[in-house]
């Protein structure tokens, strides 16, 4: 990258139009973010420590958690950092990690809420062939699978915008380094790089939800299809968490990089919402509506409680 640029670092200016709410702004995203933090490892511990959750459902929901912790993490503390008072500067290659690891999470944990919707298709249509379809093998292969379309796409975002001239100047009009903020400050014609970020993002992000609503169209059939009513009320409350947190994700991103012209206010707004909100509210929706996670969490709470007081 170091032929391609004569910056050493770039400037984070943050979000914008927030002069003089640092403070408040700390405390708010600090308290959020320590929240997503415990929340989503409350729920994994949860699901590692219960034999009775041991099942490919909750394999997956255990490895989201995973995500929703690391994914805030890739933009969350360079933010506290400089709310702060510290410094607002990023190297050079530190804001190239930022946006590789960034995309690299926000995409195969996109990839990761299709799987979860073909693991309810196949509980809920194919109940009696569940556990002979969803085998450990499939379950670790369709994760690896993921993780693989995370890796090429991230490498091809950042590589495509990283090999653009940098100049000067290096003010980033955003809280993190993301395409639509660091492509304006190319010293070169970004055009085809922007083509790419929009058209890989875009056609990524609108094939996974295509897939998300071809599994949960079936769903919605098989549950109609239910004579009781506690049955369909059963399925349906196993889903409907899902479907929550798969409009949290998929709502941000496609606006952030289908509008034609990129409002820096707008923009920072919805990144928020999907770098640092969504990943808290995941925590709340699947230990609030799921009865599973919920007993599983007592005994863990019960457990902790005994271990203090003895």
Do not use: W
């Amino acid at each position: 990258m170091g032929n391609h640029s004569l910056l050493n670092e770039f400037i984070l200016l943050g979000i914008p139009q927030s002069e003089g709410l640092e403070t408040v702004l700390l405390v708010i995203f600090s308290s959020i973010y320590l929240f997503t933090l415990l929340g989503n490892l409350l729920i994994f511990t949860a699901i590692i420590s219960s034999s009775t959750l041991h099942t490919p459902m909750y394999f997956f929901l255990g490895l989201l958690s995973v995500f929703d912790m690391l994914f805030p993490s890739v933009t969350c503390p360079k933010m506290l950092f400089y709310l702060s008072g510290l410094s607002r500067a990023i190297s050079y290659k530190g804001c190239a990690a930022q946006l590789f690891f960034y995309h690299l999470l926000g995409s195969t944990e996109g990839c990761l809420y299709s799987v979860m919707a073909y693991d309810r298709y196949v509980a809920i249509c194919h109940p009696l062939r569940y556990m002979l379809i969803m085998k450990p093998a499939v379950c670790v292969s369709l994760v690896m699978v993921a993780l693989l379309v995370g890796c090429l796409q991230a490498t091809t975002l950042t590589s495509f915008t990283f090999q653009l001239t940098y100049c000067g100047p290096n003010q980033v009009d955003h809280f993190f380094c993301d395409i639509p903020a660091v492509l304006p400050l190319a010293c070169t014609d970004s055009s085809l790089a922007q083509r790419v970020g929009s058209i890989n993002v875009g056609l990524l992000a609108l094939t996974l939800l295509f897939s998300v609503c071809v599994s949960y169209t079936h769903i919605g059939i098989a549950i109609l299809r239910i004579r009781s009513a506690e049955g369909r009320q059963k399925a349906f409350s196993t889903c409907s968490a899902h479907l929550t947190a798969i409009l949290c994700a998929y709502g941000p991103v496609i606006i952030i990089y289908l509008q034609r012209t990129p409002n820096p206010l707008l923009g920072a707004v919805v990144q928020i919402l999907n770098n640092i909100v969504s990943p808290m509210l995941n925590s709340l929706i699947y230990s609030l509506r799921n009865k599973e996670v919920k007993r599983s969490l007592k005994i863990v709470f019960q457990i902790a409680v005994f271990s203090v007081q003895e």
